[in-house]
Structure formats: structure tokens, C-alpha cells
């Protein structure tokens, strides 16, 4: 059973910084799509960022791109989300997730669709919150 726990949430001013983490263990093995969702007050959660293993290809969504960066560290199971330039906007909540372990075309498909239905596991959120 795949756990993940985010860290590095907090309250910065607009155009500051941040880094979430998120640490994975009970993978059955390494070929997974890990990503990132944001949850913002009053709307649908949204995929914000995934990566497919062995620093495959990254999706952004388009409000994201060129500010936050997704990566991850094999040998650690250890995703990141390094947000630059953050927005009022960007408040919410950020969840880590991941999908795999079965056919590898499901877990494809889910990292570059990013929606979290087709996801399988979920950490329990870390709060962005910017002003």
C-alpha cells in the first residue's frame, strides 16, 4: 500500500518561494506517475504538475508553467514542487499523489491528463497559503 506525506507548505508574500516534498514508501516498484494537485477555496481540485519516473517527462498546467518545477529523487522516493514567483492565486492546498504499479499505458495516460480521478493514492495535503 502506497503512502505519501507532504511537507513545506507555510504563508509567504506574493513573489516569494517554496518547496514542497513529499515522501513515498510501499511501492511495489518504481514505475509510477507522482504528481501534484492544488485544492484553492471555492473551486475543483486540479492537477498541477506530474512526472513520469526516472525524471521522465513533466506536465504543467498552465497557470504553473515557467514558475514551479516538479522533480523527484529516485533513491530517496521523494517528489518535489519547487514553487518561484507564487500569486494570490496559487493559495490552497497542494496534495501529492501518485498512480501505478499496473499497466503502464493507465499510468502514462494519467500523468499527462493530470486529473486526480485517475489517481490511486493521496497524501494528506500541506497548506500554500500567499498574500
Known amino acids: 500500500h502506497v503512502q505519501l506525506v507532504e511537507s513545506g507548505g507555510g504563508s509567504v508574500q506574493a513573489g516569494g518561494s517554496l518547496r514542497l516534498s513529499c515522501t513515498a514508501s510501499g511501492y511495489t516498484d518504481r514505475k509510477y506517475c507522482m504528481g501534484w494537485f492544488r485544492h484553492a477555496p471555492g473551486k475543483e481540485r486540479e492537477g498541477i504538475a506530474t512526472?513520469?519516473?526516472?525524471?521522465?517527462?513533466?506536465t504543467y498546467h498552465a497557470s504553473v508553467k515557467g514558475r514551479f518545477t516538479i522533480s523527484q529523487d529516485i533513491a530517496t522516493a521523494t517528489l518535489y514542487l519547487q514553487l518561484n514567483n507564487l500569486k494570490p492565486e496559487d493559495t490552497g492546498l497542494y496534495y501529492c499523489?501518485?498512480?501505478?504499479?499496473?499497466?503502464?499505458?493507465?499510468?502514462?495516460?494519467?500523468?499527462?491528463?493530470?486529473?486526480?480521478?485517475?489517481?490511486?493514492?493521496w497524501g494528506q495535503g500541506t497548506q500554500v497559503t500567499v498574500s
Open positions: 499523489a501518485a498512480v501505478g504499479g499496473g499497466q503502464w499505458s493507465r499510468t502514462a495516460a494519467a500523468c499527462q491528463g493530470r486529473r486526480s480521478s485517475d489517481f490511486d493514492y
Open positions: 512526472i513520469l519516473p526516472g525524471g521522465g517527462m513533466a
